[in-house]
Every structure is written in structure tokens, then in C-alpha cells.
């Protein structure tokens, strides 16, 4: 199993800040998936970060937004930049179990509350 | 997307017994998944069934998947007060996953 965490595990930011949140594993993986959860709502993919290329985003969001770093094979942040209270959620980081993605396993979770 | 649907999107239930949630999608797939989510936490992993299996059994969980109809359901039995949570069904579709809207059970002691 693979054992993921992310900082900061909660926060309240002001509206039209960004925030950073961090994802770190403890073993390497080629894929990195960022998933948002908003009140009451389902996950929903935000983007695919690969280590040595562009990370790929969903329908709907945008790098402008949401960027996101993938520095080496363990790590990987995004970015929620210019918030307002719509970004509201909790955004979690996720990882194959194996190279066959046949599962995932996912981080703790960010809260995150933008007033 | 093919963002799945699940129903129902809250079950309540008295501990002890059964309960099924079901969940529909829209396009192939290479095999479905179940998570538990408590609140306030992290998804947590309980079944994988591939597309060319048609039930899988995980101690008090089984599973079924019917991919002629698209859709699978997942039953808990002899449920638990600590089995409230939500639950989602999550498909893969080749490196990507797609969750559903999730069914909220609760379960009263």
C-alpha cells in the first residue's frame, strides 16, 4: 500500500489569495490525480499530474486556476489561485496502487474554506 | 465525463440489517470500484470488480456488476452502526477514474 499525505490539512484563506497544498508519497509513482469534493457533492477529477510533463487537466478547469508542480516521483502541489467562496472543498491527491491503476489510494484531504 | 449515479442518495437502516446501493454508468469500462468515505475523511478503497466478473465477495460486502445493463450493486450485510458513512462507486475507464454521486448511509443502533 502506499502511504500519502497533504499539507496543510485544513485552512481558511481570504478571497482572491492562493494556496498551496502539498502531496507527498512514500514511493515513487509515475501518476498523481488531484480531486476536488465539494459540500455535499461527489469527487471530481481536477487534472493528472505525470513527473516530467504537463499535467493534464479536466473539462473545466484550467492551468491558469490550478497549477500544478510535479518536481520528482514522489511529490506533486497544486495550487488553488484567486479564490472566492466557490472553491470552498476538499481537494485530495491520489495514486495508483500499481502501474496497472487498477486502484487508488488518496491522501487525507485539504480542507479548504474561502471567506 | 461519465460520472456514475447512484441510488439511493441516503439509505437509512437499523443495524443488523442488509443494505444495497446501486450504481449506473454510461460508457465501457475496465473494471468499477467501491470507496467508503466517513465524514469528514479520506475516500477508503473496499472492492475492485473487473468486466468480465459478474460478483466478487469481501467479507460482509458483495458486489455485482453487470456491464450489459451498466450498471453493479453494492450490498452490506448484517450491517453495523460503524458502517455509516457514504459510499461511491468509482469506474475506470482506462488511467482515469469517475465517481458517482454517492448514497449516504446511515445506520441506527
Known amino acids: 500500500s502506499a502511504v500519502i499525505s497533504q499539507k496543510p490539512s485544513r485552512d481558511i484563506c481570504q478571497r482572491g489569495t492562493s494556496l498551496t497544498i502539498q502531496c507527498q508519497v512514500d514511493?515513487?509513482?509515475?501518476?498523481m490525480f488531484w480531486y476536488r469534493q465539494q459540500p455535499g457533492q461527489s469527487l471530481t477529477l481536477i487534472a493528472t499530474?505525470?513527473?516530467?510533463?504537463?499535467?493534464?487537466?479536466e473539462s473545466g478547469f484550467v492551468i491558469d486556476k490550478f497549477p500544478i508542480s510535479r518536481p520528482n516521483l514522489t511529490f506533486s502541489t497544486l495550487t488553488v489561485s484567486n479564490m472566492s467562496p466557490e472553491d470552498s472543498s476538499i481537494y485530495l491527491c491520489?495514486?495508483?496502487?500499481?502501474?496497472?491503476?487498477?486502484?487508488?489510494?488518496f491522501g487525507p484531504g485539504t480542507r479548504l474554506t474561502v471567506l | 465525463s461519465q460520472q456514475g449515479e447512484e441510488d439511493p442518495q441516503a439509505l437509512s437502516i437499523q443495524e443488523g440489517e442488509n443494505a444495497t446501493m446501486n450504481c449506473s454508468y454510461k460508457t465501457s469500462i475496465n473494471n468499477l470500484q467501491w470507496y467508503r468515505q466517513n465524514s469528514g475523511r479520506g475516500l477508503v478503497h473496499l472492492i475492485l470488480?473487473?468486466?468480465?466478473?459478474r460478483e466478487k465477495h469481501s467479507g460482509r460486502l458483495r458486489v455485482t456488476l453487470d456491464t450489459s445493463k451498466k450498471s453493479s450493486s453494492l450490498l452490506i450485510t448484517a450491517s453495523r452502526a460503524a458502517d455509516t458513512a457514504s459510499y461511491f462507486c468509482?469506474?475506470?475507464?482506462?488511467?482515469?477514474?469517475?465517481f458517482g454521486t454517492g448514497t449516504s448511509l446511515t445506520v441506527i443502533p
Open positions: 491520489s495514486v495508483p496502487l500499481r502501474a496497472s491503476t487498477d486502484t487508488q489510494y
Open positions: 470488480i473487473r468486466s468480465n466478473e
Open positions: 468509482a469506474t475506470d475507464a482506462g488511467n482515469q477514474f469517475y
Open positions: 514511493s515513487q509513482v509515475t501518476m
Open positions: 499530474a505525470n513527473q516530467g510533463s504537463e499535467a493534464t487537466y
